[in-house]
């Protein structure tokens, strides 16, 4: 029989299921594949060896008269199998057993040429191994599975270069563009009105998040706002820059995909309105609204009123709901059958809506890893953002420093706006309103109810006969000295004050130069001019009666009678409401 069949070329039939020796360290069937030699040989190696491990066939034993069953004959995987030699019984393990329970008894009294079996392991050890074994596994499969699901994630995201490149994470505070856009291209974007719409900004919120992390402000602002429209460089497809030249009093939605614009137009206006600088921007269309609200299992609004809007085709009852998906995308467009059916009280519901989203994402949604998981696919398949932010571990990082925020402290804004004189359709800026609110989140202040407010100490003012200063203009608006000291003169009885024209050299911010002995003048024009502190530059020498201080106005400086210093609360007028509160309700 060849080396193919039941025994090898040369052999005495050795049976195949011998070679197969079972382990009892390792609970396994080993094969053994070094043949037997002839007979003879065998017997006087035996004798040298000592006893062997493994039964022999029979017929390999000469005059063994041995008369016991033939072992079971099993297969690669331990079944049993019958060759047609009738019943076979006894297990392997049990006659391997035995037969070293001989041979040990044999060997007791001599040395044994054959290796030392290993030692068994103890219960503790074998389970060490094991949990071991499985935990590495567990890593392996874990990191491989974050390492495709990561490059998937990094694959969803879309950008757009807008030729400002931050970096991801700040040590300062930080302004997140958000942008909607009505574009009706892509996937769910179309069947809503306006086909072949361009994508504007339907929706944008200026998110600035304090620099300790601590409270964030969402600034919403009108889409029909009048507003200017700076020039804009746009990256082409080609690699090529084109400027595309930037319009006067226009509506604010068309600062993104009218003629051409991207998101990086949409950041240019918003820091020229606000006064912020921007690190980041993210853009999101209809499908996004419905993929997300999805991917949370929906989100939680509510209605003062009953609400049958045709516009929008939402048509809930009043009281609590949890929409998702095209209902969820019908509540934030609904603008008709609420308040007086404008965009600003549409800007109402996207508050409530974003508030709930945030609460949710902050609580269930990222319960379990398959949630994070959907979460994270949505999002990263939702939005576009800029280079900065566009790459699934930059997004990572951005995202982790912003969760550090208190959800309580986090209040939605509206940009005050008036009705515009000239088209009823859009609105103005209300600088009066506007412009203090500007500069509270300029000042990293917070809007959040319950913030600790500076406590000042009562310092001694000069009467206004007293205040002597010389005012230039150092970046404020043309004719700003003038018009400060006929403010000072005429509005505060402050008679020694004097322009002294264009100062040396242009400064960001307003100072006030004075001697140790005109504090109390110093205290008097900063109450006036709601100077901060930092604005208050004290000399070392003293001035004497005739030397007037020197006041010099900054970039800062937006006109006679508005406070430089931001406020340390909401102005009048500027409507606000915060992410935690769950009572709000659409009316």
């Not at 068994?120 to 567990?138: D, E, I």
């Not at 509540?331 to 800007?347: E, K, N």
Request: hydrophobic share 35%; with cysteine; glycine share 10%.
């Amino acid at each position: 029989m060849d080396a193919q069949g039941r025994g090898r070329a040369g052999d005495d039939n050795v049976d195949p299921a011998d070679q197969w020796v079972f382990d009892p360290d390792t609970g396994n069937y080993e094969l053994r594949l070094d043949p037997p030699g002839p007979t003879a040989d065998r017997s006087s190696a035996r004798k040298a060896a000592g006893p062997r491990r493994t039964r022999r066939h029979p017929a390999e034993r000469g005059g063994d008269t041995d008369t016991r069953p033939l072992p079971t004959q099993r297969n690669r995987r331990g079944e049993a199998r019958d060759d047609g030699d009738g019943p076979r019984t006894g297990g392997r393990a049990e006659r391997r057993a035995a037969a070293r329970g001989g041979a040990s008894a044999a060997n007791a009294s001599g040395p044994t040429g054959r290796r030392r079996p290993k030692p068994k392991k103890s219960g503790k050890k074998k389970a060490l191994y094991w949990t071991s074994g499985v935990l590495g596994f567990v890593l392996v499969a874990a990191a491989t599975t974050a390492y495709v699901i990561y490059q998937q994630l990094d694959g969803n995201i879309k950008k757009v270069d807008v030729g400002i490149n931050n970096d991801a994470v700040s040590d300062g505070p930080v302004n997140l563009l958000v942008i909607g856009t009505d574009a009706r291209e892509g996937k769910g974007n179309s069947g809503y009105g306006d086909a072949g719409s361009v994508g504007h900004a339907d929706t944008t919120i200026l998110m600035h998040i304090s620099k300790d992390r601590t409270n964030a402000t969402a600034l919403s602002i009108p889409r029909d706002l009048i507003t200017d429209i700076p020039n804009c460089p746009t990256k082409q497809k080609d690699g090529s820059t084109k400027v595309i030249p930037g319009q006067q009093q226009t509506r604010f939605n068309t600062s993104l995909g009218q003629e051409g614009r991207d998101p990086g137009c949409t950041w240019r206006t918003v820091e020229k309105l606000t006064g912020l600088k921007i690190d980041h921007f993210m853009m999101a269309d209809f499908n996004a609204v419905k993929e997300l609200s999805t991917a949370v299992d929906g989100v939680e609004v509510c209605t003062a009123k009953d609400i049958n809007d045709h516009g929008s085709h939402l048509h809930l009852k009043a009281g609590h709901h949890v929409v998702k998906g095209e209902q969820a995308l019908a509540f934030v467009r609904t603008r008709h059958a609420i308040g007086y059916g404008s965009d600003l009280d549409r800007i109402k519901l996207q508050q409530q809506f974003i508030g709930s989203l945030v609460r949710k994402l902050k609580s269930s949604a990222f319960s379990s890893p398959g949630k994070l998981l959907d979460v994270a696919t949505a999002a990263t398949k939702a939005l576009t953002v800029d280079t900065g932010i566009g790459t699934a571990s930059k997004l990572m990082d951005f995202g982790n420093d912003m969760k550090k925020v208190n959800l309580n402290k986090i209040t939605f804004a509206t940009v005050p706006v008036l009705d515009n004189p000239h088209d009823p359709a859009t609105v103005i800026l209300n600088k009066t309103a506007a412009e203090p609110l500007f500069k509270m989140i300029q000042a990293d202040q917070s809007l959040s109810k319950g913030g600790k407010k500076a406590k000042k100490a009562p310092v001694k003012k000069a009467p206004p006969e007293l205040v002597r200063v010389d005012v230039s203009n150092g970046g404020g608006p043309i004719g700003s000295a003038q018009e400060t000291v006929d403010w000072l003169q005429n509005s505060k009885g402050a008679r020694l004050s004097t322009n002294t024209g264009n100062a040396t050299q242009k400064v960001a911010k307003t100072t006030l130069e004075y001697a140790p002995d005109q504090a109390d003048q110093a205290a008097t024009l900063a109450d006036w001019m709601g100077l901060p502190k930092s604005a208050l530059k004290q000399s070392s020498q003293a001035a004497g009666d005739r030397v007037p201080m020197k006041l010099t106005l900054g970039k800062d400086f937006t006109g006679a009678g508005q406070p430089i210093e931001a406020p340390t609360e909401t102005p009048d007028g500027v409507q606000h409401v915060n992410a935690g509160d769950k009572n709000i309700c659409a009316k």
